[in-house]
């Protein structure tokens, strides 16, 4: 409902868009991006009006400024990523739907440009992300209200703050919410080279933890095992080694994980299952195999393992904005320290949007599409 009013140049309910450049903060980008959409009365935005293929449901249209009411906030994006739950989105695969016609892009950090008489926490100048998933931020502008958007600090990196409202999350919570898991403990992953991926690898070291990474065998292996290893991880190795019975001794330094984080599903979700401690517990986030968890019945009743999801939208509903806040300034304090940065990315101009969705679907990329406004 709310998408059809944003078509019709009526005001939106909340994700974010560029503000006004701070130089400081974007030195060379800030002329190509305020160029992009120096004209106020032309905004832009990826819309699909159907689920499907999103290199032929997606297009850029021009939509009419909204205007800013009492209670709203206008928004300029500064950059949005792509990733797969905006892709998953567009085909009509997830769990949460937004009415079609809609604005792609879950995540993305703006600057507040305009606030309306009633806003009290938001001021111009100020970094935004979004408060939730769904409210489309591949745009150059738009009106949210105040409650949708979570302030941010603008002295991070903007790739940082680009990515921080989901993979970041994810990842921290999982760490820290399904074991009580001490310094020295390990914790095993599959698709590890994923944003999620990379950010545990990079939160675990934080709180001294180990990490196994599980990765699939491509031709670059090795570089990307050297990548891996710089964001701190311990063990790299590919979903084949993982099945060999020498894989065992390989990781004999490291103490048996008493948690696990699947993002595939499948043989590999067994296989995590297999290495995990007696009682500890595997958390699914994802299923890019889209192939179902596996679990024999051995390993539940003997083993006494346990198998959990995690969904950050249901999190976010759970535990209230306060706690989102919290969690976002947790990770923005790593940030801060060189303990968290964001995972590799490739920047990307608006108006080649069709190459960066297309890329972003390919296999074995592990550099993350970032829409630049």
Sequence with gaps: MWVGCVLSGARLPAPLSLGLFASRCLPCRAAASCSASADPSRVRALIYGSHGDPAKVVELKNLEPAAVGGS???????????????????????????????????????????????????????????????????????????????????????????????????????????????????????????????????????????????????????????????????????????????????????????????????????????HLAPGGTMVTYGGMAKQPVIASVSLLIFKDLKLQGFWLSQWKKNHGPDKFKGLILTLCDLIRQGQLTAPACSEIPLQDYQRALQTSMEPFVSSKQVLIM
Excluded at 175 to 203: C, K, M, T, Y
Excluded at 205 to 221: E, Q, S
Excluded at 234 to 241: Q, Y
């Design 72 to 274: 709203d906030v206008r928004v300029r994006m500064l950059a949005a990523p792509i990733n797969p739950s905006d892709i998953n989105m567009i085909q009509g695969n997830y769990g949460l739907l937004p009415k079609l016609p809609a604005v792609g892009g879950n995540e993305g950090v703006g600057q507040v440009v305009a606030v309306g008489s009633s806003v009290t926490r938001l001021k111009p100048g100020d970094w935004v992300i979004p408060a939730n998933a769904g409210l489309g931020t591949w745009r150059t502008e738009a009106v949210f209200s105040e409650e949708a958007l979570i302030e941010i600090p603008s002295d991070i990196p903007l790739q940082s703050a680009a990515t921080l409202g989901v993979n970041p999350c994810t990842a921290y919570r999982m760490l820290v919410d399904f074991e009580q898991l001490q310094p020295g403990d390990s914790v095993i992953q599959n698709a590890s080279n994923s944003g999620v991926g990379q950010a545990v690898i990079q939160i675990a070291a934080a709180l001294g933890l180990r990490t196994i990474n599980v990765v699939r065998d491509r031709p670059d292996i090795q570089k990307l095992t050297d990548r891996l290893k710089d964001l701190g991880a311990e063990h790299v190795i590919t979903e084949e080694e993982l099945r060999k019975p020498e894989t065992k001794t390989l990781l004999k330094d490291v103490p048996q994980p008493r948690l696990a984080l699947n993002c595939v599903g499948g043989k590999s979700s067994t296989e995590l299952l297999r």
